[in-house]
């Protein structure tokens, strides 16, 4: 016997391929625009049947955009001699919110992980190696995360751009703002006296 009505199951089925939406989170998801006025489920199933067709990459820097090139690419007051490479569309909106990075971006989709099948050609690795080729970037700014892949990918850039007449930085690590240093793990503790800079 069918519990669960077949339309709620598939939207829950649906809701529960995003990631860090487990089973329950996606019943809990479905339930609740059940309960909500008709127009909701309305605007969220048009809102999702525009996204495709309305959002694609830029083909500068690859981050997900309306206009082609994207609103950074295509604004003159923005430096493109510095391209911040980030894993994803997410890490430059992160980056953007600080309002301190007037460059541009390069946006790979993803970070090196041989166990998972994602190698270099998975990425925008070569798009980017095109670009610093094609265009007078003097500085690479890697913004891949302190995780195994996120450094597996800044140090694979960094090989393959040694060649390149373009200086390459990677993002400071370190102690976080606010916080007493005898409670930061030895790693990140280590990272920060390795990354140490001038005392201004
Ligand atoms: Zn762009």
Redesign the pocket.
């Known amino acids: 016997m069918q519990v669960i009505p077949p339309a709620l199951e598939a939207l829950i089925e649906q809701f529960s391929k995003l990631p860090g939406v487990g089973k329950k989170t996606a019943a809990r998801m479905a339930l609740n625009i059940l309960r909500k006025p008709p127009n909701l489920a309305q605007n969220l199933g048009n809102a999702l049947l525009q996204l495709h067709g309305s959002i694609q990459l830029?083909s500068?820097?690859?981050?997900f955009?309306e206009t082609e090139?994207?609103a950074?690419?295509s604004n003159p007051r923005r430096t493109r001699e510095t391209v911040c490479v980030v894993e994803q569309s997410g890490d430059l909106l992160a980056i953007e919110k600080t309002g301190v990075f007037p460059g541009?971006?390069h946006v790979l989709h993803g970070a090196l992980s041989p166990v998972d099948g994602v190698g270099p050609d998975e990425i925008k690795i070569r798009e980017l190696v095109t670009r610093i080729r094609r265009k007078d970037i003097t500085e690479v700014i890697i913004a891949t995360s302190s995780t195994v892949p996120g450094e597996a990918t800044a140090s694979y850039i960094t090989d393959v751009l040694e060649t390149e007449k373009v200086k390459i930085t990677r993002l400071a690590c370190g102690i976080p703002m606010g916080m007493d240093i005898k409670y930061a793990d030895k790693y990140t503790l280590a990272k920060a006296i390795e990354g140490r800079c001038d005392a201004l």
């Not at 500068?60 to 981050?63: I, S």
Request: proline fraction near 8%; aromatic fraction near 16%; charge should be neutral.
């Open positions: 830029c500068n820097c690859f981050t955009s090139p994207c950074i690419c541009h971006y």
